[in-house]
């Protein structure tokens, strides 16, 4: 009403410039983030831009792995053709040319070959997948993991996900919140940065007479994986200490029980045998001594 009858559904307003609300706010802070320029021609500069990601899967949980059977991950950029790494446990993995926008494809198999995971799809079966959407990882976790669990989906639930509205930021930050609390659920333990972080040694810039600048900027990554394996570890203490309290339902006994349990079935056996002898003995011996006086019962009787 105070802009008067000229502001229509619609319509542009005269002498107004229109914006989506919080897009270049966002597209800037996800530049600063990742390095890759400031505010000034951030979304020109979003289109042309690169990241170099490394990555590394420590560790694999709750895989329900057969015999012979080892875990090894694939990451790939789901924007690039032919840009797959497959590599074991704990391998670090380089993905070059990502673009800020773009989502990395993370996927954990069972093998039990390497070389025929490594060349074909036929020789691997799929355990669990992962969506990394770039955008969110700036936003909501400084643009790095560090030492993280991370729950899996089933392979393909993502696409159903998002075929009902859920997106890949929405699916990702479940799993970085389900990731501490979901003991056995496949997860795995993640570390995601830019690969300019890696020093000359190739390791992380999380030294502790690191610099102030540095230390806000890569210490997020490190608190959070502290806090969530404080979780971790009281969530296995109290575990520990219900199942030591009340063993869990359909547990069998402890062999030391069942060796007191057939001694002491034996130990009556025996009693109950000595009472059956000692009260035959009895009775025979007064039957044949009342037969041979010629009173009582007969020894026929």
Known sequence: PLLGSRCLPGKPVPG?????????????????LFGAGGREGCCHEARKSA?????????????????????????KDVRRLGSEQFLPLGAPCHLRGAEPESTLLLHVWAVRQEASGRSTGEGRR???????????????CSGMLFQTWVSLDCPGLNDSMTSVGMGDTYAFEQHLGMGAQERFQPRICLTLFQTSDLGPGGKLLLAPDAPSDLRSARWGALLRSQHQHAVLSAALVLAERDAAAAPSVGEGPRAEDLHAQVDAQA????????????????HYGGCCGSSSGGEGLPVRQ
């Open 16 to 32: 107004l410039r229109h914006r989506p609300r919080n897009t270049l706010a966002s597209m800037a802070a996800l530049l600063q």
């Open 51 to 75: 990241l170099d990601i490394s990555l590394v899967c420590h560790e694999a949980r709750s895989l329900n792995l057969s015999a012979g059977e080892q875990a090894f991950f694939s990451v």
């Open 126 to 140: 799929a355990c669990g997948e992962l969506r990394i959407p770039l955008a969110s990882l700036a936003l909501h």
């Open 267 to 282: 130990r009556d056996i025996e009693r109950l045998r000595a009472q059956l002898r000692a009260g035959a003995s009895n």
